[in-house]
């Protein structure tokens, strides 16, 4: 990127390995923990967040807490606490989605999506990181500075004051401002026969009168990916800057490699079933356990088993089981049912926000990430680790885990409470 000085996309840890991570600016998480851990190849000492429980949502979970503790300064920016803001010295109050004003675009429509309430002394999220620039450009750094430069910054928005002047920074491509947009919302800002793209590869192209073709090297749908072979050795597309090459060109095939838990691998005589995860639609990655609503509906978390499965196992319906890994032991509540095949165990990433003050901190009883793996092997090109499909076992459990909610009254404690705010008003 031409926002970063000569040399420092190559200090991205685990970007220079996994190129593919590039696209998203992103470091590789292993890698930055490894370096919080070890020192190298430089000390990390500040860690400034903005997400949920990231302790729901970070492969091998435990693996974090050693590397938290090393921090100086940890900030969390949220909605409200999770288990990661214990770990947290500033917590920053950030307003929910429904508090903010933003874009959204559907083909060749453009909404404004208004802000529907905002209670408490919050603020956009956007602005923090804004004002964050800001300050330190005032006391003289020269990144910063450029940041905030529209000259250095060309098409891109130059750090902003307030939301509205960053909203009529992306909307000055179709020469609108956001109060514009509110008085004609919603706006369609392209004729569907302008951005219909079926057949954008047939279309000519103006300088060689022939097909344009694929956005590929020969222009053709190509099998064999000569961009994954650029990309390793050089980090085009998405580097502006010279990249050391990768280790070993990334395959320009598709390829199988077996997993490092394997059911065909000495672990699965200790741990002979395969866990499998995914999202439910009560939640959104970590968010949302602490909705009464939400949780009558799913109050804890499900370990789906086969029939043939359960019966092995000597479990049905509604049974409490430990379920393990070489990395832990949590629980789940069993559902027996035959959307999954035998041997095979389903869990989500839950926590329980009711006993976040505890010894738990919330994440530890029920998390199927305190369970995956974070180390390698990595996918090459973008360094993704095994969070799906690797060994456990599993053993019927006394009961719950102490202290969590499952009946629908016990998240009375959740539901608001209606105030008065009508004016005294004689009539």
């Known amino acids: 990127s031409y926002l970063l000085p000569e040399g420092q996309l190559t200090k991205r840890l685990g970007s220079n390995e996994h190129k593919g991570l590039l696209q998203w600016d ?5 890698a930055i923990l490894n370096a919080i851990l070890t020192g190298k190849p430089y000390p990390l000492k500040v860690w400034l967040e903005r997400s949920g429980n990231k302790f729901g949502v970070n492969g091998n979970a435990s693996s974090w807490v050693p590397a938290l503790e090393k921090m100086d300064l940890v900030v969390h920016m949220y909605m409200y606490p999770t288990s990661f803001s214990k770990f947290a010295d500033i917590l920053l109050p ?12 559907c083909m060749n429509m453009v909404f404004a999506r208004q802000a529907v309430a905002h209670v408490w002394e919050t603020e956009d999220e956007t602005l923090f990181w804004s004002k964050l620039i800001k300050r330190c450009a005032e006391l003289g750094n020269e990144n910063c500075k450029r940041a905030c430069d529209p000259s250095f910054m060309k098409d891109d928005l130059a750090y902003w004051d307030t939301m509205e002047e960053l909203l009529d920074g992306r909307l ?9 947009l509110l008085a004609h919302n919603p706006v369609e800002y392209m004729p569907y026969d302008k ?8 279309k000519t192209d103006p300088k060689t009168g022939l097909p344009q073709g694929f956005r590929t090297p020969t222009k053709k749908l190509e099998l064999y990916g000569d961009v994954f072979i650029e990309l390793g050795r050089t980090g085009k ?7 050391p090459p990768v280790k070993q060109d990334y395959d320009p095939l598709p390829y199988y490699l077996e997993p490092a838990e394997s059911p065909t691998g000495e672990i699965a005589k200790k741990y002979p079933l395969v866990l499998t995860s995914g999202r439910i639609p009560m939640y959104h990655h970590g968010t949302l356990r602490n909705i009464p609503y939400l949780r009558e509906i799913y109050p804890v978390p499900e370990t789906w088993l086969n ?29 027996v049912t035959e959307g999954v095949g035998p041997n095979i165990v389903w869990m989500e990433r839950f926590w329980f926000p009711e006993t976040l003050n505890t010894k738990t901190g919330g994440w530890q009883e029920s998390n199927v ?59």
């Open 195 to 202: 951005w219909n793209q079926y057949y954008v590869y047939k």
């Open 26 to 30: 992103a470091g590789q998480p292993s």
């Open 172 to 180: 000055k491509r179709i020469k609108m401002t956001w109060k514009d």
């Open 369 to 427: 990430n305190v369970l995956t793996k974070n180390d390698a092997p990595f996918n090459d090109m973008v360094g993704t680790y095994t969070l799906r499909g690797f060994q456990v076992q599993i053993s019927k459990a006394d009961g719950a885990p102490e202290g969590i909610w499952q009946k629908p009254q016990d998240f009375k404690p959740w539901m608001p409470e209606p105030s008065d705010t009508t004016p005294n008003v004689k009539f």
């Open 94 to 105: 950030a307003r929910e989605w429904l508090e903010t004003n933003m874009l959204v675009e």
């Open 237 to 243: 597309p998405y580097a502006l800057q010279k990249l």
């Open 307 to 335: 029939p043939i499965t359960a019966k092995q196992y000597g479990v049905q319906t509604g049974d409490w089981v430990w379920v393990e890994s070489l990395r832990g032991r949590i629980r789940g509540k069993v559902r």
